[in-house]
Each structure stands twice: as structure tokens, then as C-alpha cells.
Nanobody, 113 residues
Framework: VQLQAFGGGLVQPGGSLRLSCATS????????MAWYRQAPGKEREFVAG???????NYRDSVKGRFTISRDIAKNTLTLQMNNLKPEDTAVYYC????????WGQGTEVTVSS
């Protein structure tokens, strides 16, 4: 099983980015998927999760700004990030669970003016 994340980049505060994570298997086969992030010098932290039934949950600091979703036809997990703040700067990783836990490579997001 492979997860490939992409879509990161440099954006000004208040801007938007859309991250995507392409899976090599049917996305409905994952019991849960999530986005994590790791800022320089900090531990990796949970950002947003999507359960197999479609339930979502978010860390408090991104509620109302980030939206996690999936495109079943494309087997892709997405994270729409709006009103980005400098503290959102981090390497973002997608995560999926289907028996085992799988991680994609990170995609870097930098929020700076």
C-alpha cells in the first residue's frame, strides 16, 4: 500500500492550499485516514481525520479553516486549508489504516509573507 502526498507550497497568511494524498488501493478499504503535521523542532501532531463511515474530526486550532474529504473515484484523500496562518507551517503527512498503519511522504507547507 502506498500513499503519495502532494500540493504543498509557499502561501501568504490568509491564503489557501489544497493537499492531496493518492492511495494505491481502494480508499474505501481504509478504516480511517488522517493528516498529520510536523513543524520544525516539534513533534508530529494530528490535524484532521476521516473515519471509514465518513465521520470527521479536527484539532481545535484548524476547526473552521481546514476540511478533510475523500474522492472515492480517484482514491484520493484531500485537505482543503483556508485562512492559513504562520503557525500552520509544517511538513504535512497523510496516514491510512487498513490492518496496518501506512504513511505517505511529507509535503511541505510554508505560510509566510
Amino acid at each position: 500500500v502506498q500513499l503519495q502526498a502532494f500540493g504543498g507550497g509557499l502561501v501568504q497568511p490568509g491564503g489557501s492550499l489544497r493537499l492531496s494524498c493518492a492511495t494505491s488501493r481502494n480508499i474505501l478499504g481504509f478504516t480511517a485516514m488522517a493528516w498529520y503535521r510536523q513543524a520544525p523542532g516539534k513533534e508530529r501532531e494530528f490535524v484532521a481525520g476521516l473515519a471509514g463511515r465518513g465521520n470527521t474530526n479536527y484539532r481545535d486550532s484548524v476547526k473552521g479553516r481546514f476540511t478533510i474529504s475523500r474522492d472515492i473515484a480517484k482514491n484520493t484523500l484531500t485537505l482543503q486549508m483556508n485562512n492559513l496562518k504562520p503557525e500552520d507551517t509544517a511538513v504535512y503527512y497523510c496516514n491510512g489504516r487498513r490492518g496496518y498503519e501506512y504513511w505517505g511522504q511529507g509535503t511541505e507547507v510554508t505560510v509566510s509573507s
